[in-house]
T-cell receptor, first 112, second 113 residues
Framework: KQEVTQIPAALSVPEGENLVLNCSFT??????LQWFRQDPGKGLTSLLL?????REQTSGRLNASLDKSSGRSTLYIAASQPGDSATYLC???????????FGTGTRLLVSP | KAGVTQTPRYLIKTRGQQVTLSCSPI?????VSWYQQTPGQGLQFLFE???????NKGNFPGRFSGRQFSNSRSEMNVSTLELGDSALYLC????????????FGPGTRLTVL
């Protein structure tokens, strides 16, 4: 059974800091890994999608890496801003179960 | 392109009632998946519909059911509501390929009293 873990559960940083969010998964049989952002009480916004054959993806200040063999992904946020405050979720699309399996999220607070 | 829409956005029901939620996917997307999000269990997969057929199902009781119409719009029904069904229900749409990005709607907040 695929399990996805995110560390840390919560993170508080001052504006301008670079930060790394971690995601690990137990079964490497995945199609892809996706990072999402969720604002309180809202739906999920897709940030980055990394296919299983890729090593990283970049979008603006965000960079996500994938090491399928070790079951790890990181989301790097450069020069953090208060508007980055949200919960960040990673999810793997499992080839066995044919569905997205989500981590429990990292709640990020960026202070001005 | 319009995003994924869900209606209604908020619902309040009492125990024992039933409820129907609706999801309209992005134009051209044929797959709709439903998820339940609660503080205790996080995001859990309910089921996926592709071309009007249920393609995958999560580990939820039979009180949770769904369907998809020929225009790819999907509905989810929960019968005999329980307090524990209070949650944010999210739907996501994709073209149907496992490698595609899943786009989520804003969710329906269901409160069961």
């Amino acid at each position: 059974k695929q399990e996805v873990t995110q560390i840390p559960a919560a993170l508080s940083v001052p504006e301008g800091e670079n930060l790394v969010l971690n995601c690990s998964f137990t079964d490497s049989a995945i199609y892809n890994l996706q990072w999402f952002r969720q604002d309180p009480g809202k739906g999920l916004t897709s940030l980055l999608l990394i296919q299983s054959s890729q090593r990283e993806q970049t979008s603006g200040r965000l960079n996500a890496s994938l090491d399928k063999s070790s079951g790890r992904s990181t989301l790097y946020i450069a020069a953090s801003q208060p508007g980055d405050s949200a919960t960040y979720l990673c999810a793997v699309y499992d080839t066995g179960f044919q569905k997205l399996v989500f981590g429990t999220g990292t709640r990020l607070l960026v202070s001005p | 392109k319009a995003g994924v829409t869900q209606t209604p956005r908020y619902l309040i029901k009492t125990r024992g009632q039933q409820v129907t939620l609706s999801c309209s996917p992005i134009s051209g997307h044929r797959s709709v998946s439903w998820y339940q999000q609660t503080p205790g269990q996080g995001l859990q997969f309910l089921f996926e519909y592709f071309s009007e057929t249920q393609r995958n199902k999560g580990n939820f009781p039979g009180r949770f059911s769904g369907r998809q119409f020929s225009n790819s719009r999907s509905e989810m029904n929960v019968s005999t509501l329980e307090l524990g069904d209070s949650a944010l229900y999210l739907c996501a749409s994709t073209t149907g390929q496992g490698t595609d990005t899943q786009y989520f709607g804003p969710g329906t907040r269901l409160t069961v009293l």
